[in-house]
């Protein structure tokens, strides 16, 4: 693997550890994240994607070890209170498994929430113009801003709560198995907004995903959680030359080799 030099890099991950009691999750992970790269992170179940996420935006504290953004140290005993860090951490979105909505609160309410937080004296109609752009930036209908989420399909949910970690115009987007429990439709009408929506808005995304389709179709380069450690990073040409039993059976397993005749066939179409 080949570490990029630091000015090139979003996100910078040395030697954490994370453990819940005896059980260690992640011994000694290492990674770098490039500016305005989509990474995909794999891993079989229970190997911490979700985990290694969380320590990153600070919802996890690791064990041991070193965590970087845009240059910023955000584990040291000074992190929760220099103004910098805090600056940082309005610089990136999240979009949590299914969505995570506030369900007494309309999708435009939901897409209002960090502005309040961040910028409490904001003005109201200023706050409505916002949420009524992030709408339609997902490619909602505007008719979806005053509904709650109980209202919406899944698929305009996961839209409703991205359109709410777009809400700071975030440099840095982390996103937690967006496509699960969409159909293959949906799931792809979600991969491309996220491609437009990173060369529109030059993101840097770190996607969690199980959906092969996704990382064929939208990551740069894909990172491999196994053995308590990230293996590999590369593109998954670079991967399947890996002599990894996890990545060779997860690659080239019957759902990856569908994975693959469905890039090829959208590939030639393109062409």
Known sequence: ?????????????????????????????????????????????????????????????????????????????????????????????????????????????????????????????????????????????????????AELSGGMRKRAGLARALALDPALLFLDEPTAGLDPIGAAAFDTLILKLRDTLGLTVFLITHDLDSLYAICDRVAVLADKKIVAVGSIDELMKLDQPWIQEYFNGPRGRAAIDTSRRSGQEQA
């Open 1 to 149: 693997m080949i570490i990029p030099e630091d000015h090139d890099v979003a996100i910078k991950v040395r030697g954490v550890v994370n453990a819940f009691g005896d059980q260690v999750v992640h011994d000694g992970i290492d990674l770098d994240v490039k500016r305005g790269e989509i990474i995909g992170v794999v891993g079989g179940s229970g190997t911490g994607k979700s985990v290694l996420m969380r320590s990153i935006i600070g919802l996890q504290k690791p064990q041991a070890g070193e965590i970087e953004v845009f240059g910023q140290d955000m584990l040291g005993e000074e992190a929760e209170t220099d103004p910098d860090a805090l600056d940082i951490r309005r610089r990136w979105g999240v979009l949590f498994q299914g969505g995570a909505l506030f369900s007494t609160l309309t999708v435009a309410e939901n897409i209002q929430v960090p502005l309040r937080e961040f910028y409490p004296g904001l003005d109201p109609a200023l706050r409505d113009e916002i949420a009524s752009y992030k709408v339609t930036l997902v490619s909602l209908p505007v008719e979806a801003g005053p509904k709650y989420p």
